[in-house]
């Protein structure tokens, strides 16, 4: 007779425009509730538009680079596109992920959408929200600020290898 092992799985969604500290922190909250964590990069199919800068493939860049590789064992990155149907969202995000138990976010709609459902979830706290938040970086970088502080190494790698700033300065 074996035993099953069972694992708790948890997913955080986010557009991660771009991955900050405050994308970071959340990641490791989670996983300090959950064995694995499934990131769904939101608005795959957006970029190069005001709030959605940078393309489905750079922010799973600047999420892959800016993560440890002991936590990247147990988080698994995919695309979640927007779809019309708001009520038929969270369905569409399960034909994406695998099953989980527990949603991780901070945004009211998707929170409002996942409770109506019954869903766990469970509301991040926000980290240093005064300054981290992706739209006041997109703001100093496209201004030419000092922002490099509020995103990991990672990210800031990626940012500069795509000429961030003249991206952002072109859209905003
Ligand atoms: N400062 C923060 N501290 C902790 N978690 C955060 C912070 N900012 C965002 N998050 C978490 O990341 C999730 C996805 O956030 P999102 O990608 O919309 O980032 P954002 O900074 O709010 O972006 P934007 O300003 O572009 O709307 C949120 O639901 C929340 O759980
Ligand atoms: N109808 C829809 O396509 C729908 C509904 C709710 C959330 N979402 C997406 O979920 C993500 C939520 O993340 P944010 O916390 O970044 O807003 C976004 O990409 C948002 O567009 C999409």
């Known amino acids: 007779m074996y035993n099953k092992i069972s694992t708790m799985d948890g997913l955080l969604i986010g557009r991660f425009q771009p991955f900050h500290?405050?994308?970071?922190?959340?990641?490791?909250?989670?996983?300090?509730?959950v064995d694995n964590l499934w990131i769904g990069i939101g608005s795959s199919n957006k970029s190069h538009e005001k709030r959605n800068p940078f393309t489905a493939d750079e922010r799973k860049e600047?999420?892959?680079?800016?993560?440890?590789?002991?936590?990247?064992?147990?988080?698994?990155?995919?695309?979640v596109p927007d779809t019309g149907d708001h009520d038929m969202w969270t369905y569409h995000v399960d034909s994406i992920v695998p099953p989980y138990d527990m949603v991780f976010s901070n945004d009211e709609f998707t929170i409002t959408l996942y409770k109506k459902r019954g869903k766990t979830v469970f509301e991040v706290p926000l980290f240093k929200r005064d300054m981290i938040s992706g739209t006041n970086i997109r703001e100093l970088i496209a201004n030419g600020k000092n922002w490099s502080d509020l995103v990991p190494e990672g990210t800031k790698q990626v940012l500069l290898k795509i000429d961030a700033k003249s991206r952002l300065a072109k859209i905003l």
């Open 21 to 33: 500290k405050g994308h970071l922190e959340a990641v490791h909250i989670g996983l300090s509730k």
């Open 62 to 79: 600047m999420i892959l680079s800016s993560l440890d590789s002991k936590t990247l064992e147990r988080v698994k990155i995919f695309f």
